[in-house]
């Protein structure tokens, strides 16, 4: 198995020696990742036993959930273009501090020739909370942290139908789906780990990272949309 690890330009690919189907592979793969101390970690969204539909591999999914490091999950449904063609980055914010992380992170990693497109979904229980939540205040924040990151990203506000899941609205976005909505071509969709409220709520009792799951959302949207995906981490 080939571990690619990103340290700041440099990328190094580590041979984990293992049997196939070894049940080490999975505490290999994050334990080595947070061992080196990488940005991200690159792996695909299925390994040696094949692709099944909507599900990602088992190394992948606890990977995503156990690196320190932000983690890439390329999908062989995604169309990246050639390396020196544009990218579009597609940021889903949910107001969270992980969503800023997400827009730091690919301030950092975009180029000038990229584009960046910040997307807020709101449900209508969002837009009847409290003030924090409420879109307009996302919407601000959204531009301070943009501006502060001193990078130009499209910016829009969808609301969530009635009686459509998050996760579906997200990725009808992300697969050129938006139906009049927003309509993204784009070839990284990156989510914020805040977003994933299971990670977060199991840090906030303080439960060891090998109890840590994926929310609902992001679980849902990462298996099911086209584009590769950036899981950003702080």
């Not at 036993?49 to 932000?70: H, I, M, Q, W, Y």
């Not at 910016?155 to 009635?162: L, N, P, T």
């Not at 969709?189 to 990272?209: C, F, I, Q, T």
Request: aromatic content about 4%.
């Amino acid at each position: 198995a080939h571990l690619c690890v990103c340290v700041y330009q440099r990328v190094r690919v580590l041979n984990c020696i293992m049997p196939p189907y070894s049940p080490l592979s999975m505490p290999s793969f994050y334990s080595v990742t947070n061992a080196v101390g990488t940005n991200f970690l690159v792996l695909g969204s299925y390994g040696i036993k094949g692709k099944k539909p909507s599900v990602l591999g088992s190394c992948t999914d606890v990977s995503v959930r156990r690196v320190f490091a932000s983690t890439i999950i390329v999908k062989d449904t995604s169309d990246i273009k050639g390396r020196k063609d544009a990218k579009t980055f597609l940021v889903m914010h949910d107001g969270s501090h992980g969503s800023s992380s997400a827009i730091r992170l690919v301030s950092h990693v975009m180029r000038p020739t990229d584009t960046m497109v910040v997307v807020h979904c709101s449900t209508e229980s969002s837009r009847m909370g409290d003030r924090e939540r409420h879109p307009a205040a996302v919407m601000d924040r959204i531009n301070s942290e943009v501006i502060a990151c001193g990078v130009n990203a499209q910016q829009h506000h969808v609301e969530v139908r009635v009686g459509e899941m998050v996760s579906e609205t997200i990725t009808h976005i992300a697969n050129g789906l938006g139906e009049g909505k927003v309509n993204v071509d784009c070839d990284f969709l990156v989510l914020g780990v805040d977003g994933m409220s299971a990670y977060r709520e199991a840090k906030e009792v303080g439960l060891p990272d090998d109890a840590l799951v994926m929310g609902s959302v992001t679980d849902s949207v990462i298996k099911r949309c086209r584009p590769s995906v950036i899981i950003a981490k702080p």
